[in-house]
């Protein structure tokens, strides 16, 4: 294998990519002696994303510009594999970084497969069993484990999945997950709504509760009964809470969200916030209501108790640590665990009091380590 200084290359598409990469571009960056790093946006999410890496200083190298309105999983993966093959060629990357589950993924990872570069896969090991919930992502992330060299877990539990379905142990390494290092840095700034912010069109005089809804397996009649327990909250308790909401662009979490609750009392609806704004609203929260991956791994750290408004979760150790619960999207459900955590102190503390098992914000650095210690093996380093 050859000594020379690596390059590598770290693609993202989405604005949760761009914040769980973050930290590990500039983990990479920081070590400039030993490996050259190159950036490439696909932007399979442009407004969120630019969001994110204004927030973290990051310029990319490459932006692919490829969002395109009302754009397909089909079109947008032909495009990221087509287009990606190109920057491949150009680059000549000896490893490439993707994280999670995305269309940009996956198709990421084909290309640098078809290409013969070697791939590490943050992120790696999550499962449901279910490729219908979440979907599209169990499917990608399942195809992006099978096609990289480096499985950067994020917990022990994802290990156990990647180990049971026959991956080596010598290609795993548990790291803790990238989203507590990134939060950390931004809880560390000092941030308040700047005036045309609008969060400040929010009461100040009662407790709120942060949702956040728009998986596509939760399209049509699950988000419609999400918004059905929602309505029922803000009638019956919007004198003690208030529920924020802000809400995904997409025509099919935007149009209904806003029939169904935009004229409702105790609901605000914001457009969608940039990650600082989303910090501060977790921060300033009492409780969470999400069918986001990371709000599930992002709250533990923060004491925030998280109803997960999906039927099964690939992240089952919130679950196990008793920070999170399984709400579904049955109204009745939501709205009963819901009321538990605003009236049982005892419910609320234990949840509040979970220790976050996602990490300890350093899982960027061991990422760092393992891929340049792969790409410069010890001699009995059988890689």
Same mark, same amino acid.
């Given at each position: ?8 290359? $770290? =693609? ?79 680059? %000549? ?25 070697? $791939? ?14 979440? *979907? ?17 877990? @994020? ?11 026959? *991956?080596?142990?010598?290609?795993? *390494? ?23 912010? @609008? ?39 919007? %004198?003690?809470?208030? =529920?924020?909401?802000? $809400? ?55 004491? !925030? ?68 210690? !792969? ?9």
């Amino acid at each position: 294998m050859s000594q020379a200084k690596p390059r590598i290359l $770290v =693609v993202f598409g989405t604005r949760p990519e761009a914040i769980k990469m973050a930290p590990v571009i500039q983990a990479l960056q920081a070590r400039p002696d030993v490996c050259t790093v190159r950036t490439c946006a696909t932007a399979q999410h442009r407004e969120m994303l630019d969001q994110v890496l204004e927030v973290f200083q990051i310029t990319p190298d490459i932006d692919l510009h490829l969002m395109q309105p009302g754009q397909s999983l089909s079109g947008l993966g032909a495009r990221v594999l087509s287009a990606m093959d190109e920057v491949l060629l150009n680059e %000549q990357p000896d490893w490439v970084l993707v994280q999670g589950d995305t269309t940009t993924v996956m198709m990421t990872a084909l290309a640098a497969q078809h290409r013969q570069v070697r $791939v590490g896969h943050v992120e790696a090991g999550l499962r449901t069993y279910d490729r219908r919930n979440p *979907f599209p992502e169990e499917m990608n992330r399942i195809v992006t484990d099978h096609v990289s060299d480096l499985l950067f877990a @994020p917990t022990a539990t994802a290990r156990s999945y990647l180990l049971r379905e026959g *991956f080596e142990d010598h290609r795993i *390494f548990v790291t803790g997950n990238t989203v507590i290092d990134a939060l950390l840095t931004v809880v560390g700034e000092a941030w308040t709504p700047p005036p045309e912010s @609008p969060l400040h069109s929010l009461p100040n005089d009662r407790d709120w509760i942060l949702v956040t809804a728009h998986r596509r397996e939760n399209f049509g009649q699950p988000l419609a009964d999400i918004c059905q327990a929602l309505a029922h909250i803000g009638r019956q308790r919007g %004198q003690d809470v208030h =529920v924020v909401y802000p $809400v995904h662009r997409n025509p099919r979490v935007w149009d209904p969200v806003h029939q169904a609750l935009a004229h409702q009392p105790g609901i605000t609806l914001l457009p969608p916030v940039d990650y600082r704004s989303l910090v501060y609203l977790m921060r300033r929260c009492r409780l969470i209501l999400t069918d986001s991956g990371g709000l599930q791994e992002e709250a533990p750290s923060l004491n !925030k108790p998280v109803l997960i408004l999906r039927e099964t979760t690939e992240r089952p150790e919130a679950v196990a640590a008793g920070a999170a619960r399984l709400a579904g999207t049955d109204p009745e459900r939501i709205v009963g665990e819901t009321y538990r955590l605003l009236d049982d102190p005892v419910a609320y503390a234990q949840m509040a009091a979970a220790v976050n098992p996602f990490g300890d914000g350093r899982a960027a650095w061991r990422i760092t380590d393992a891929l340049l210690s !792969k790409h410069h093996p010890a001699p009995s380093d059988q890689f």
